[in-house]
């Protein structure tokens, strides 16, 4: 029996939770997992976009500050496969399939076309004031094009539970409706959520 005052308990915390896109036609299974070292989430993703079926599963591991230290990507897109793994130390340096990729410096988010869990990410990470704007920028994957690319976004806390999300490269902007976890409860033509446990 371990009775060291000096061990620390775990706790672990787990949140299943459902999108359906509104766009692609798709639905998501996602599981998240938290405890006192960082989160791991892992969705799996199935829809119908731009022509072809997809099916995409995904991990991310995020440190305790809801900083991504890496992620992988296995989908099907039509008849071609697109895997892809990543790494970063934390303070937005990455690697690649195991090369170093210059290119993605300061990239301290990312972002997966399919799932609007990945805006969670700057959300949970900047913990934002009401009428805060944030400029970030996230290695954007395109999974579909089955591309990666560098795009910089905007995030406005506009309530407790709204956010001002604008791609700055296509002056799209949305309204999102989260949660008091930061998960996304609706965002508009885009991705509605289905359930929470």
């Not at 036609?25 to 119908?48: L, P, R």
Request: with cysteine; net charge negative.
């Amino acid at each position: 029996m371990n009775n060291c005052p000096c061990t620390e308990k775990i706790k672990t915390m787990q949140t299943h939770i459902g999108w359906k896109g509104l766009l692609y036609h798709s639905v998501e299974d996602c599981h998240i997992t938290s405890n006192n070292n960082g989160t791991g989430v892992n969705g799996v993703i199935k829809g119908f976009g731009e022509g072809k079926n997809f099916a995409v599963d995904y991990f991310i591991q995020l440190n305790q500050r809801w900083e991504t230290l890496s992620f992988e990507i296995k989908s099907r897109i039509g008849e071609k496969n697109f895997d892809l793994r990543a790494e970063s130390n934390g303070e937005g340096k990455w690697t690649i399939e195991s090369n170093e990729e210059p290119g993605y410096d300061h990239c301290f988010d990312i972002d997966i076309s399919l799932t609007p869990f990945t805006n969670t990410l700057p959300i949970k990470r900047l913990m934002p004031a009401i009428n805060e704007k944030h400029r970030i920028t996230v290695l954007y994957i395109d999974v579909l094009k089955q591309e990666t690319r560098r795009i910089d976004q905007l995030y406005t806390k506009l309530s407790d539970t709204t956010y001002k999300y604008e791609n700055t490269i296509n002056d799209f902007s949305a309204i999102l409706t989260v949660d008091d976890a930061g998960l996304v409860v609706h965002y508009p033509g885009i991705f509605t959520r289905t359930g929470l446990d």
